[in-house]
């Protein structure tokens, strides 16, 4: 799904309510939610902002998305959003990782340089954790509840095959479980739609070269009842690459 906003500037609008679910999202909402997190926004033509909202704790669904925001060459803001998944799957939750001390979920946040253009279990093309750490949260009660919000869970940061990835090659998998597909990757559930981000991707590196950031949001994207917060309440200047 692809929402261009058509003026440059629109982003300094304020006051104005986000909408009830992420796929009504414009380019103009995550340009603010990017700044007002304080995270790095890139700009310039196809430097791509790779970012996941994170909208529930059940691990068996692809209720998630994964998302590109970027600027076209006449630097309107553009969305890219692809339902998917940003957490293990129950299967992998309820498996566990006892040697290393829990399953994987990715903490929110921004993560710098972490992935770079490689391939997924040496099979096809994906973002691959190559390029710098990440902290995940472990959890190891090998239910089927992803616990992220527990404060006793153990963070590890290190390098941990946190990739961006596709499900199937065959098929969207919008009506079935996530099954093995994830045990902590960012995953996008139709192959179409992983066709036409891995062809921004490829766009973007050959501007900006193989080295992605990625940053990962829970829903709602705003502290306050879905509102956004007025500029006074800190807005935070984009960085440039």
Known sequence: MTVASTDPDTDDATGTQVPDRPADLTPDDMVFAFREHGYRLFEGHLNLNLFGIRTGLDAGKWDDWIGALYQDADANWVLELYQGTTDPSDEWL?????AKGGT???????WPGCWL????????????????????????DKDSELDVDDPTLKEDNGYHG??????SAHK???EEGIGLYSAGCQVICDPSDYAKLWDLITASSEKYGDRF??????WPLFPVENEKPSKEGGRITPGIS
């Open 213 to 218: 950031s990625y940053t990962l949001f829970r």
């Open 94 to 98: 309820e498996r566990g990782n006892d």
């Open 162 to 167: 946190i990739n961006l990835h596709r499900g």
């Open 172 to 174: 969207a998998l919008t």
């Open 104 to 110: 994987a979920i990715l903490k929110a946040g921004q």
């Open 117 to 140: 253009i490689g391939l997924h279990k040496g099979k096809y093309p994906a973002l691959v954790q190559h390029g710098a750490k990440m902290t995940v949260l472990r959890d190891s």
